[in-house]
């Protein structure tokens, strides 16, 4: 949590409330003020047997299985948006890289960068919001960070997480084991996070109830691992949209994909705001969904254990496996037309994640 | 399929012409949507779609980038634009690219977010690139209205607005381009009505059909054209009912001149066309970025081997450009209708990359 010399300052148990207002540079020089804000503040959300001994390393308890291990950053603005906020979107975003692995979530780590003046009553919403989503997958913060930099050299909050988790080993889940004839697998509408995202921004003037779709997919994955033993790949639909992530499976894997306009669902009102802005689904960014390449022969089970979750409710084959081949993304239009999605175009879309 | 598509198509097929034709659609919005629909696979092979001027930011000349980027290095002034044209390459940088030096460059989606800005910035100086066809110019003639009556002293517009019908003859003239019957814009005349484009099939006998934008508007339109050519006839039909009247919005138009003057204008690929720009009238001048930020630029020139031009006539096809999907991509996009979201490169690009 902090560097051993400022130990002195952090005494984990306490009663004492944070009352401080506003983010100030002391919260980030080491001394008092921060020790104020992990013991006061961070222990009172995260706080645990592990997390609360505040040693440099967490050290944690592994049996000889695989490991998954992953990191990422957020600078999503705004920090708070329809369906999340930063905090919500950073344990999410990890958690949905770990359980791509068909990995058991073993433990997380929370860094933040706080610009001075970023006001506390929004960091306790964050840390609040990052609380509950914990508490929905049973996941811990074992170890973090704070730093506080001077006013302008962020914006008001970045946050970084990384994670690990235990993969069985008769767990072998990439993008190698596709083949021809897999279906491919969607747990509902996509561009709902990137939408949500654009519709709030200050220079975007009209108002839409479009709700990021942000949300932790361990319980979803481990539904589908337990209805089948022939998940080939999972991959979730982050920045670049549904259409590059099949791009990308199907290059890793040497194969070519049909997928169907109809079967993927778009919300009417996402459609509209892509229609006007120029601005196509298949690109735009999700935060909580999930693509599955299944045995075509298991596809059926994995779907209904799919439905069953609240994460997958609207779940849908979109798609399958055609070919080994070159990568091609055939993309049949409602039309019953064909084009072939192209991978390296991408929309020009502020900080979404 | 649905059945209406299906027996639409069928009877496109039954009842094609006898003869190859040209039909250009001149709206980028329709560029993007045959492409994307893949409508071509579902028309008669000897039914050839070009693409048309039709998209604002790729007929804009690169002088005038040049134009906007020297004023945004040479005056402390707050540039707003759409985001389409932020990315346009001019002959030696863009306004993505002075953004990153620090230049105060915004993305807008309406001109009044600009105008907003300039009232709650007064310290600031403001301008707003005022582009696009007979869509978006009332809004911005409504924002000059709103300016002059508020005596706003720091707000500007960079003015290229242009018009259609005007741009629709000089192709008709050019002896280069083979157009059959158009595909009218259905936003444009949801303003301007259907008369302004009643001198293309009177004098020029060239049916004309006033468009929507979903495949089946599309398809629609095209049956209508077929229909005309079929009879020997040249009319100017509204496929766009729900949306277009023949009048069009005369309290709109009414709105443009009383803010500006018809003027000539530079067309990128089509150069000078008499009529077919406006300038503010003198009443207005005072919002003129142009007179107020007065620079001399270098030499504009178009990117060597870049054929936007006769793509933009409707002489070329993207794929017979020689840098198209080889250097000019959307991510390193050399002429303009690679950039813009309603650009003939950026649509085959995307859409018509390779024929399945």
């Known amino acids: 949590m902090t560097s051993s010399k400022n130990k002195k300052n952090i005494k984990a148990y306490n009663d004492k409330k944070f009352r401080d207002r506003i983010i100030q540079l002391s919260h980030g020089d080491g001394g008092i003020k921060t020790g104020e804000l992990i013991s006061n503040l961070l222990l009172k959300y995260f706080g645990n047997e592990i997390l609360n ?46 359980v791509t692995t068909g990995c058991t979530l073993l433990a997380i780590s929370l860094s933040f960068i706080l610009e001075e003046s970023f006001p506390v009553s929004d960091f306790k919403k964050i840390l609040s919001s990052i609380k509950s989503t914990l508490d929905d997958t049973k996941l811990h913060i074992v170890t973090g960070d704070t730093k506080v930099v001077e006013k302008g050299s962020a914006d ?17 889940i990439s993008p190698e084991k596709i083949k021809a004839g897999d279906k491919i697998l969607l747990n509902g509408s996509i561009a709902d996070h990137g939408t949500a995202i654009l519709s709030c921004r200050k220079e975007f003037n009209f108002k839409t109830n479009i709700v990021s779709d942000c949300a932790p997919l361990s319980s979803l994955v481990s ?11 999972l991959r979730d639909a982050t920045r670049g949209g549904l259409a590059s992530i099949l791009f990308e499976l199907a290059r890793a894997s040497g194969t070519n994909i049909n997928i169907y306009e109809d079967k993927i669902p778009v919300k009417k009102e996402v459609h509209g705001i892509c229609e006007f802005l120029g601005l196509d689904p298949l690109y735009i960014a999700n935060e909580g969904k ?20 609240k994460y997958g409710k609207d779940s849908r084959i979109i798609g399958e496996v055609t070919e080994k081949g070159e990568g091609l993304i055939i993309l049949i239009t409602e039309l019953g037309t064909k084009r072939i999605l192209d991978p390296q175009y991408s929309e020009q879309l502020p900080r979404i994640c | 399929m649905n059945n209406n598509i299906k027996e639409l198509v069928e009877s496109l097929n039954n009842n094609k012409p006898d003869h190859k034709i040209n039909i250009m659609e001149v709206c980028g919005t329709h560029t993007m949507a045959i492409s994307r629909y893949g409508l071509r696979q579902l028309i008669p092979e000897n039914i050839n779609l070009i693409s048309g001027p039709g998209c604002p930011v790729c007929v804009t000349p690169i002088g005038d980038i040049d134009w906007i980027i020297e004023i945004a290095r040479q005056y402390d002034v707050s540039i707003f634009t759409f985001g389409d044209l932020f990315r346009v390459p001019g002959t030696q940088s863009s306004l993505y690219n002075e953004k990153s030096k620090g230049k105060d460059i915004n993305i807008c989606y309406s001109p009044a977010d600009a105008l907003d800005f300039a009232k709650n910035n007064p310290d600031k100086k403001v301008i707003f690139i005022a582009i696009g066809f007979e869509t978006t110019i009332p809004l911005t003639s409504v924002i000059v209205k709103r300016a002059y009556k508020e005596k706003t002293s720091n707000f500007y517009i960079y003015n290229t607005h242009k018009l259609v019908p005007e741009a629709l003859e000089l192709l008709l003239v050019d002896r280069e381009v083979k157009i059959d019957a158009f595909l009218c814009p259905g936003h444009v005349s949801a303003i301007i009505g259907s008369k302004p484009y009643s001198f293309i099939a ?35 039909e509204i496929q766009y009912r729900r949306v277009v009247r023949e009048e069009g919005n005369p309290a709109a138009v009414n709105s443009i001149y009383e803010v500006f003057d018809k003027s000539d204008s530079v067309w990128r690929g089509l150069g000078n066309i008499p009529g077919s720009g406006l300038k503010l009238k003198k009443k207005f001048l005072k919002f003129d970025a142009k007179t107020h930020f007065p620079v001399k630029i270098n030499k504009s020139g178009e990117p060597h081997g870049c054929e936007c031009g006769d793509i933009l006539k409707g002489i070329k096809k993207p794929s017979e450009c020689r840098l198209f999907s080889r250097i000019c991509k959307p991510e390193n996009p050399i002429g303009p209708c690679m950039v813009s979201s309603e650009g003939s490169c950026a649509a085959y690009y995307k859409y018509e990359k390779l024929k399945v």
């Open chain 1, 156 to 172: 008001k909050i970045f946050i970084n997480t990384s994670g690990i988790g235990l993969i069985d080993n008769d767990i072998d």
């Open chain 2, 202 to 236: 009177d004098d020029y006998h060239i049916p004309c059909v006033i468009s929507g934008f979903e495949p089946m508007d599309i398809l629609e339109s095209i049956a209508m054209i077929i229909v005309q050519i079929n009879k020997g006839i040249s009319d100017v």
């Open chain 1, 53 to 98: 001994k505040l040693e440099d390393s967490a050290v944690l308890n592994c049996s000889n299985k695989k490991i998954a291990y992953t990191t990422d950053s957020f600078v999503v603005n705004p920090i708070f948006f329809p369906g999340g906020d930063i905090g919500k979107l950073s344990i999410c975003g990890t958690i949905n890289d770990l």
């Open chain 1, 223 to 233: 539904d589908m691992l337990a209805a089948s033993n022939k998940i080939h790949a």
């Open chain 1, 290 to 309: 999930m693509v599955v390449f299944v045995d075509r022969n298991d596809a059926d089970k994995v779907l209904q254990a799919m439905k069953k979750n």
